[in-house]
């Protein structure tokens, strides 16, 4: 069986803890704490360390699922964990345009860290004020649409969205390592 590391990431609220919690085969192991600054005026808790999640295609791949803090005191973790990671995902609350340009910075710090193929996921498309895709790739950056990352829309209550998302990133994943292997000579 192979293994893919998968890291979620976000803003706080995004929806990470519950995109790992719906999509999760085995006990989430979970790092919840009250919130005590000002994600308490979005929600009661917030992750702390990680949250660990995993979800199996068949018998030939397992993911592991690891959603990050959103809040960047915990930025450490951030760092460890995608630098264990294959493929990566940014949650972006699609209702909330004061958190793009925080999204913006969490790309940033990843890909000056790593450069693994990595999905945009909207969450909070079903939510009154939402954001169309284009301003929202425009707010994180992506003037050009040539050169974008892939964007989808993401219900992490929903089971049945989260799994295509986890396709899109195997996708990318076993494109990528094909690439790698063409150059390499390896077929
Ligand atoms: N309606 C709706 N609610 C959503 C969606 N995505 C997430 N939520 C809700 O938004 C809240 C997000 O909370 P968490 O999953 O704890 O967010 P988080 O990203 O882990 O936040 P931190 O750990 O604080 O960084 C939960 O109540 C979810 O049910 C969505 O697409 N639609
Ligand atoms: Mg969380």
């Known amino acids: 069986m192979k293994i893919m590391r998968l890291v979620v990431a976000g803003a706080p609220g995004s929806g990470k803890s519950t995109f790992v919690r ?6 989430v192991i979970e790092t919840e704490r009250s919130a005590t600054d000002h994600t308490s ?4 808790k917030t992750t702390v360390a990680f949250d660990y999640g995993r979800f199996t295609f068949g018998s030939s791949l397992e993911m592991q ?13 951030w760092d460890y964990l995608i630098k264990n990671a294959q493929s990566y995902i940014v949650l972006v609350a ?24 990595m999905i945009i996921g909207l969450t909070h498309t079903d939510c009154p004020g939402v954001c169309s895709t284009e301003e929202i790739m425009t707010k994180l950056g992506y003037m050009n649409q040539k050169n974008r990352p892939s ?6 209550n929903e089971r049945g969205s989260i799994i295509e998302v986890l ?15 063409y150059r390499r000579g390896g077929y």
Do not use: W
């Open 151 to 156: 964007v989808m829309n993401v219900n992490p």
């Open 22 to 27: 719906t999509i999760s085969e085995v006990e």
């Open 65 to 77: 699922i690891y959603g990050t803090p959103g809040q960047s005191r915990f930025n450490f973790m």
């Open 167 to 181: 396709m899109a990133c195997m996708t990318l994943v076993v494109e990528r390592s094909g690439r790698n292997q």
């Open 94 to 117: 699609a209702h909330r345009p004061n958190d793009f340009h925080y999204a913006r910075h969490i790309i940033s710090y990843m890909n000056q860290r790593v450069g693994i193929p």
């Open 41 to 44: 005026l979005l929600k009661k």
